[in-house]
């Protein structure tokens, strides 16, 4: 194993059950690294950790298919916050199932986030915040966001101000949501 992917392992071993990792953990890790290419692994095992803080804090894992909490309906909703095709009434998982499904759209998100920077420079705390937020609220709010634009002409300040924002779920402000984007506000500001 290369420097680079000991650090991804290294990153990622506290949230593993019993902070070891089974081959199919070993397996969809490789396959982040490999989506990634060495050249860009320490990259990810600096702001890995911050994304999973959040998301895990934020969305708990449910091995049991929901309805969204903050409309009660769609999008059904399993695991670690995962909506998609296929997750609807019934759908139940194991802790694996959701562990990995977790990394996948982990993946997928820092990967949209990472386009929607376009090179802009960006912390390891920034980075977490921003996939924390994509995740929550998908990669298409963030593109669109002011959060996004001030943040790439290098406005911090201005940027972390604009997650406070985004609180609202069916036109309602969710506690859950304003103690969500604090926390993203904080890890972007360096504070948390």
């Known amino acids: 194993m290369t420097d680079q992917r000991s650090a991804l392992f ?15 953990h070993v ?13 860009r692994i320490n990259g990810i095992a600096d702001w890995l950790p911050h994304a999973l803080t959040l998301i895990k804090q934020f969305e708990g894992c449910e091995l049991s298919a ?3 909490r903050g409309t009660g309906g769609d999008p059904w909703t399993i695991g670690w916050g995962a909506t998609g095709a296929g997750i609807v009434k019934g759908v139940t998982w194991t802790q694996a199932q959701a ?4 990394v996948e759209d982990v993946t997928r998100f820092a990967a949209g986030v990472d386009q929607a920077l376009g090179g802009t420079a960006v912390t390891a705390r920034q980075k977490g915040a921003l996939v924390s937020f ?13 959060l996004l634009k001030l943040h790439k002409l ?11 924002r ?3 779920a069916a036109g309602k402000v969710l506690p859950g ?5 604090a926390a993203e506000a904080a890890m972007y500001r360096g504070d948390a």
């Open 10 to 24: 290294d990153a990622i071993r506290p949230y593993a059950p019993d902070r070891r990792f089974l081959a199919s």
């Open 27 to 39: 397996q969809v890790i490789d396959a982040l690294a490999d989506s990634f290419g060495l050249l």
């Open 66 to 68: 929901y309805p969204d």
């Open 99 to 102: 562990d990995r499904r977790l």
């Open 134 to 146: 994509a995740y929550n609220l998908g990669l298409e709010n963030l593109k669109s966001s002011t």
């Open 154 to 164: 290098g406005d911090y300040a201005g940027a972390a101000g604009q997650f406070a």
């Open 166 to 168: 985004w609180d609202k």
């Open 177 to 181: 949501l304003v103690k969500r984007r």
